[in-house]
C-alpha cells in the first residue's frame, strides 16, 4: 500500500483523559498486538505493503477516509487469499487470515469510536463478521496443523466457502456504514441553515462521491441530488453553488442520479442559473459542467432527460455566451465540452449554434492560446465543428473565420508530455479534424481552401506514416475519407502511386495497406 497522507493535528476532543484512555484501550490492546505479533510471517513474500496500523483519534470525515482505506485493504487481502488457496499456500493463507481478522476489528472498532449512533442491523452484521472471521482463524489454523493432503483437499471447500461468507458479510457490513454516513450528511444539508455547517457537510458528500459510482448509486439512493439541488435554490447559499454543483456532476455520472435530476427538475435549476448574468463564473462554469456530464454520448441513460429539450435553446445560448467569455482555459473547457456532448444529444443544437454564431466565437477562441490550451479544449471545439458540418451553411462560416487553417493544424496535433489521455485526445483531435475536412469539402469553395493549404500531402503522410498518426487507425480512416473527397475535386495534385494506393482501391484495401505499411518497409 502506498504510504498515506495523514494529518499531521486532529481537532481536540474535550472529553475527560481518563475516559479517552478507556475508549481507545481497546484499540491498543487484543486488535492492535495480533497485528504486530501474530501477522508479521517470517516470509520472503513481499507483505509489507499490506502491514497497516491505523490510529483512531481523527475527525469525523477524517475517520470516513481511514474506514474506506482500511475497506480497501481487507477487500485487497480477501482476493490474495482467494490467490493463496487455489495454490494450497496454507501457511500464507493463515497469516493473511490473522491480518484480516485483525484488520477487521480494527475498523469496526475504529468507527464505532466515532460513530455514536449505529443501528440494531448494523450491530448484527457487525458481529456476524468478527463470528465469521473468527472461524475462518479457526478453519486456517488446523489446516496448517496437517500434512495429509486428504485432509486438506476435504477441508478447501469449508475454508472457500467460509472466505465466500467473510466477503459477503463484509460487503454487506461496508455497505450499511456507507449508506449511514450519506444519511448523516444529508440530514445536515437539509437541516442546517448554518453556511459553514453545510459547506462541511457538501465537502464531505464530494469526497464520498469520489470513492466511485457505487458511492455515487448509494449518495442518490439516499437523496443526494435532492437535497444538493435544494441547496442550489436558496439565495442565501449562493457561495456555495460552485461546491453543491461540482458534486452533482461527480453523482450524476449514475442512472440513479439522473433519474433524480429528471424528478425534482433539475434542468430546469441549471438553465436558470447558466441564464442568470448575477452568478460569478465559477457558479456558471460548474453549471456547465453538469449539462457536460448529464449529455455525455457515453451514458446509455440520457433518453430520459426529456426536459432537457425544453430548455435547450437557453441553456445553448447560455454556453456559448460562457465560451466567448470564458476568462480561462478551464472555463472555456467546461462550456465547449457541454457544447460538443449536447450536439451529439440532439440535432437540433447544431441549428441553434448556427443561429448564435457559434463557429465565428470557437474559431476565435482557437487562436488565443491561453483559453484553448490543451488538447482537450481543442477536442471539444473540432467535435462541435464536425458536428455542424452536415449543415450546409457551414460552409461559408468556416470560410469566413479561417476554419480550414485551424483544421489544417489539428492534423498536426501531437502530445508534448506523452501522457496517455494526452494522446488519446490528440487522436480524437486528428480524426475529427479530417472527419470536418471530409464534410466540408462538398463545398468547392472549402476543398479549395484545404487543396491550397497543401492538406493532400499532409493527409497522404499521416495515410503512410503510423507515427504520426500515432498508429492509430481511426485516424487514418477518417484521413482517407477526407483524402479521396479531395482527391475528386483536385486529381493533379496526388502523385500516382498514392492515387493508386490510397484512392483507387476500395477503402478497406487502402486501410489494409496503409496498416501493413510499417511491416512491408522492414
Known amino acids: 500500500l502506498p504510504s498515506l497522507s495523514l ?79 487455489e495454490k494450497n499456500k496454507w501457511q500464507r493463507v493463515h497469516s493473511m487470515t490473522v491480518r484480516v481478522n485483525c484488520h477487521v476489528r480494527s475498523m469496526i472498532n475504529e468507527y464505532n469510536t466515532f460513530n455514536r449512533n449505529s443501528s440494531e442491523e448494523m450491530h448484527q452484521f457487525e458481529k456476524l463478521l468478527i463470528d465469521k472471521c473468527s ?46 454516513e450519506a444519511q448523516n450528511l444529508m440530514r445536515q444539508i437539509e437541516l442546517s441553515d448554518n453556511v459553514y455547517i453545510t459547506e462541511s457537510a457538501i465537502s464531505g458528500l464530494f469526497s464520498l462521491t469520489q470513492e466511485g459510482a457505487h458511492l455515487c448509486r448509494i449518495i442518490a439512493k439516499e437523496g443526494g441530488v435532492v437535497a444538493l439541488f435544494k441547496i442550489c435554490r436558496q439565495d442565501c447559499f449562493r457561495c456555495l453553488y460552485p461546491q453543491t454543483l461540482r458534486t452533482l456532476a461527480s453523482i450524476c455520472c449514475v442512472e440513479e442520479g439522473m433519474h433524480q435530476l429528471e424528478k425534482v427538475d433539475g434542468i430546469l435549476c441549471l438553465a436558470d442559473i447558466l441564464t442568470d448574468n448575477t452568478h460569478s463564473e465559477a457558479t456558471h462554469a460548474e453549471a456547465a459542467a453538469v449539462i457536460a456530464q448529464i449529455t455525455s454520448p457515453h451514458l446509455t441513460f440520457t433518453q430520459h432527460l426529456s426536459s432537457f429539450l425544453e430548455n435547450m435553446e437557453e441553456i445553448v445560448t447560455a454556453l456559448v455566451k460562457l465560451c466567448q467569455e470564458a476568462s480561462s482555459g478551464e472555463v472555456f473547457l467546461l462550456a465547449s465540452a457541454a457544447l460538443a456532448n449536447i450536439t451529439f444529444f440532439d440535432t437540433m443544437a447544431c441549428e441553434i449554434l448556427l443561429q448564435l454564431n457559434a463557429m465565428k466565437i470557437l474559431l476565435a477562441a482557437c487562436s488565443d492560446k491561453h483559453i484553448v490550451d490543451t488538447p482537450y479544449s481543442r477536442d471539444q471545439v473540432v467535435t462541435i465543428l464536425a458536428n455542424m458540418s452536415v449543415l450546409d451553411q457551414c460552409a461559408s462560416e468556416i470560410i469566413q473565420g479561417n476554419g480550414v487553417q485551424l483544421l489544417m493544424e489539428m492534423l498536426f496535433e501531437r502530445s508534448s508530455s506523452g501522457n496517455s489521455a494526452e494522446v488519446a485526445a490528440c487522436e480524437r483531435v486528428q480524426q475529427k479534424s479530417a472527419v470536418t475536412l471530409a464534410r466540408l469539402s462538398r463545398d468547392p469553395e472549402v476543398a479549395d481552401a484545404a487543396i491550397k493549404l497543401s492538406c493532400i500531402p499532409r493527409l497522404i503522410k499521416l495515410c503512410r506514416s503510423p507515427p504520426e498518426r500515432n498508429n492509430s487507425d481511426s485516424v487514418l480512416v477518417a484521413c482517407l475519407a477526407a483524402l479521396r473527397r479531395l482527391a475528386v475535386m483536385s486529381p493533379d495534385g496526388l502523385e500516382d502511386s498514392d492515387f493508386q494506393q490510397l484512392v483507387k482501391p476500395r477503402l478497406v484495401d487502402s486501410f489494409l495497406l496503409c496498416t501493413n505499411m510499417e511491416e512491408s518497409f522492414v
Open 135 to 180: 472461524e475462518f482463524t479457526a478453519f486456517t489454523e488446523r489446516c496448517i496443523q496437517t500434512e495429509d493432503e486428504q485432509i486438506l483437499k476435504s477441508m478447501k471447500s469449508c475454508v472457500n466457502e467460509t472466505l465466500t461468507t467473510v466477503a459477503q458479510y463484509f460487503g454487506q457490513l461496508i455497505e450499511l456504514v456507507l449508506t449511514h
Open 7 to 85: 494529518p499531521s493535528s486532529m481537532h481536540l476532543i474535550q472529553v475527560d483523559s481518563v475516559q479517552r484512555w478507556m475508549e481507545d484501550l481497546k484499540l491498543m490492546t487484543d486488535c492492535e498486538c495480533m497485528c504486530i505479533l501474530q501477522s508479521k510471517p517470517i516470509s520472503i513474500e513481499k507483505d509489507e505493503q499490506n502491514e497497516l496500523i491505523l490510529s483512531s483519534q481523527y475527525s469525523t470525515c477524517d475517520n470516513l477516509q481511514l474506514l474506506l482505506k482500511r475497506a480497501w485493504i481487507i477487500s485487497t487481502e480477501l482476493t490474495r487469499i482467494a490467490q493463496k488457496l
